[in-house]
C-alpha cells in the first residue's frame, strides 16, 4: 500500500508540474501543439495517477468511505479539471487565461492540503 501512496503522490506532483508549464505555454503561445509529447505526457500522468487512486481505495476499501474530506476533495478535482480544460482549450483573451490559470492552480493546492490534512476545509481549518 505504501508503494502505491508514493506512485500517487509522485504522480500529483508531475501533473502539477506539467499543467503549470503547460499553462505559462499557452500564456507565451509555446509551443505548438502539434508536438506530441506536449499532447500526450498529461494523459500517461493523469492515468497513472488515477490508476494510483484507484488501487489506493481498493486497498483500503474494508475502512469504508474515507469520509467527508474526500467528497470534497472529489468534488474540487472536478472543479479543477474544468478550469484546467477552459484554460487548456477554450479561453480566449489573455486575462481570462491568466485568472483561469491562476484559480485552477489554487484549487489544485487546495485539494493537496485537504489530502494532507484529511479535512475538508483543508489548510483553512488551521485558522
Request: charged fraction near 10%; proline fraction near 4%.
Amino acid at each position: 500500500m505504501l508503494v502505491v501512496k508514493y506512485i500517487h503522490i509522485v504522480s500529483v506532483s508531475v501533473t502539477f508540474a506539467l499543467f503549470f508549464v503547460r499553462g505559462l505555454w499557452v500564456l507565451r503561445s509555446y509551443p505548438s501543439p502539434q508536438e506530441q509529447w506536449v499532447r500526450y505526457l498529461p494523459y500517461v500522468v493523469d492515468t497513472i495517477l488515477v490508476a494510483s487512486a484507484l488501487a489506493f481505495l481498493w486497498e483500503a476499501r474494508h475502512l469504508g468511505w474515507p469520509g467527508q474530506w474526500f467528497t470534497v476533495k472529489l468534488a474540487l478535482i472536478a472543479v479543477y479539471a474544468a478550469l484546467g480544460i477552459v484554460v487548456l482549450k477554450f479561453a480566449r483573451g489573455f486575462g481570462t487565461k491568466v485568472l483561469t490559470w491562476i484559480a485552477a492552480l489554487l484549487v489544485f493546492l487546495f485539494v493537496t492540503t485537504i489530502a494532507v490534512l484529511h479535512h475538508p476545509l483543508g489548510i483553512l481549518s488551521l485558522f
